[in-house]
């Protein structure tokens, strides 16, 4: 009797396993590179009014780079079409227009819908004039969300396989944990600061973070922070040349709140250059408040890539940003989601006011 109890137990057990793992099993893993987005509408629709306030919203430069580059790579297929092959792309966006279902525009995602690690941002509308009014309005957070979708998962990569160099050094001299990408192993050390570079051949990605008393509100506008930035990097990397040093081309600098594990930070992106030499490139940093220690923690992301497309790079760089974290935040264990990671149109405006 009781080896019968105990195998009913085990079969049990192995049918809730295969029910909980049914859906990695039978879903296949999303396809396509990252940022590349696949739009489901009509070719009629996609060449008319509604498909081009689309394309023009995702059609859009990067921010703080030296050159123009895409933000997305777009493609598009009919509904029809859209069959077992097509409908595992990672980055999906399904348009649905129809007066007799809908009364206002409205927009929704789903996750892992035909693919793991799938997301599928669902936009409902009564009318092709109301879409692209829509469109128009809520592009910025179209773009935020679909540029975060791909940090988070990036974000969840890093949390398997990253730079034990920089996490090391970032608690021991921040007493902060921070997940850079495998390939920074490379380090100077100075004051309150740490900077880990790829040394790579032909593209060079850095992470620089330092700290800095918090001084209230006004820490938190743009030319503090630049100030900052300029005088830290100038003790902290110098140039190969005498009187050369890293600063910032303040009149290609970018500066808004955002919101980072629920909380307020910093972002500030744009150009840096090699004072007196031939180098530059992109930077995008967050600054948040320790509350604890009542200082600022920097973390930086800057590239050196001549001649190449930055796109990828920064954006892995920035990605990391998001796994910083602070003393306050171990102990309850805090992990980089999607909510915490998208910022709304709401959250924009509120975040203005603290400005």
């Known amino acids: 009797?009781?080896?019968?109890?105990?195998?009913?137990?085990?079969?049990?057990?192995?049918?809730?396993?295969?029910?909980?793992?049914?859906?990695?099993?039978?879903?296949?893993?999303?396809?396509?590179?990252?940022?590349?987005?696949?739009?489901?509408?009509?070719?009629?629709?996609?060449?008319?009014?509604?498909?081009?306030?689309?394309?023009?919203?995702?059609?859009?430069?990067?921010?703080?780079?030296?050159?123009?580059?895409?933000?997305?790579?777009?493609?598009?297929?009919?509904?029809?079409?859209?069959?077992?092959?097509?409908?595992?792309?990672?980055?999906?966006?399904?348009?649905?227009?129809?007066?007799?279902?809908?009364?206002?525009?409205?927009?929704?995602?789903?996750?892992?819908?035909?693919?793991?690690?799938?997301?599928?941002?669902?936009?409902?509308?009564?009318?092709?004039?109301?879409?692209?009014?829509?469109?128009?309005?809520?592009?910025?957070?179209?773009?935020?969300?679909?540029?975060?979708?791909?940090?988070?998962?990036?974000?969840?990569?890093?949390d398997k396989k990253y730079s034990k160099v920089t996490d090391q050094l970032a608690k021991e001299i921040l007493d902060c944990h921070f997940h850079a990408p495998d390939e920074l192993k490379s380090y100077k050390r100075g004051e309150n600061f740490l900077w880990t570079s790829s040394n790579g051949a032909s593209a060079i990605v850095n992470i620089a973070m330092y700290s800095y008393p918090y001084e209230g509100p006004n820490t938190f506008n743009k030319e503090y922070v630049l100030a900052k930035r300029d005088s830290v990097m100038k003790v902290n990397i110098p140039g190969p040349l005498p009187k050369t040093y890293v600063a910032t081309d303040t009149l290609c600098t970018m500066c808004k709140p955002i919101v980072v594990h629920g909380q307020y930070a910093y972002e500030t992106r744009g150009l840096w250059y090699m004072e007196n030499y031939g180098m530059g490139g992109p930077f995008v940093s967050h600054s948040r408040v320790d509350t604890t220690r009542n200082i600022v923690v920097v973390a930086e992301g800057f590239v050196f890539a001549p001649e190449k497309m930055k796109r990828g790079l920064m954006r892995r760089m920035e990605g990391s940003l998001y796994t910083l974290t602070l003393p306050d935040e171990e102990e309850s264990d805090i992990k980089t989601t999607l909510e915490e990671v998208v910022v709304t149109a709401e959250q924009r405006k509120d975040m203005r006011k603290r400005k």
């Open 1 to 158: 009797m009781h080896i019968k109890i105990r195998n009913i137990l085990i079969l049990a057990g192995i049918l809730l396993f295969a029910g909980a793992c049914k859906k990695e099993f039978v879903l296949p893993k999303a396809s396509g590179r990252p940022y590349e987005v696949m739009v489901v509408m009509t070719d009629k629709a996609w060449n008319d009014k509604e498909g081009r306030a689309l394309f023009s919203v995702l059609d859009t430069d990067i921010p703080g780079l030296p050159q123009p580059e895409r933000s997305f790579h777009i493609s598009q297929v009919e509904p029809k079409h859209f069959d077992q092959i097509l409908n595992i792309f990672r980055n999906v966006i399904l348009v649905d227009i129809n007066k007799q279902i809908y009364t206002k525009t409205s927009m929704r995602f789903s996750r892992d819908v035909h693919s793991i690690g799938q997301i599928v941002l669902t936009i409902q509308s009564p009318s092709a004039d109301e879409f692209a009014d829509f469109c128009f309005e809520h592009g910025q957070d179209i773009i935020d969300f679909l540029t975060k979708m791909e940090m988070n998962r990036l974000i969840k990569e890093l």
